[in-house]
């Protein structure tokens, strides 16, 4: 039969075992639970970041019913338009350059009597 001491002893040494079990599983789950909470935070960060764009394009689209409902362009639109004028007007003049030259020459080939 064991004495009361060695008995003190195993009962000790039991317990130290168990919690340094106990530390163990509880150092993992620490780790695991930093490791998800890190995940989630970029997770969050990540939709954080989008929020602007999101917003910007909300923004845009609330401008453009705006624009639609009052019926004035824009100065991108009033621009393109310009471009466009500018392109028409080139076109015209070559146009009339090259009724002018066929008038011309027409007139000199037929003999006037």
Avoid at 27 to 47: I, M, N, P, T
Avoid at 48 to 74: K, M, N, Y
Avoid at 79 to 104: C, F, P, Q
């Amino acid at each position: 039969m064991a004495t009361v001491s060695q008995q003190l002893k195993g009962t000790f040494s039991n317990a130290k075992k168990q919690i340094e079990g106990f530390e163990k599983k509880a150092a993992k789950q620490v780790a695991l639970f930093e490791k998800k909470a890190k995940a989630s935070l970029g997770d969050v960060k990540e939709q954080l970041d989008e929020v602007p764009t999101q917003l910007r394009g909300a923004w845009d689209g609330v401008i453009d019913r705006l624009r639609g409902a009052l019926d004035f362009a824009s100065n991108d639109d009033l621009k393109k338009l310009s471009k466009k004028i500018d392109e028409l007007a080139k076109t015209v003049e070559k146009l009339v350059r090259g009724d002018k030259i066929k008038s011309a020459a027409s007139g000199k080939a037929k003999p006037t009597s």
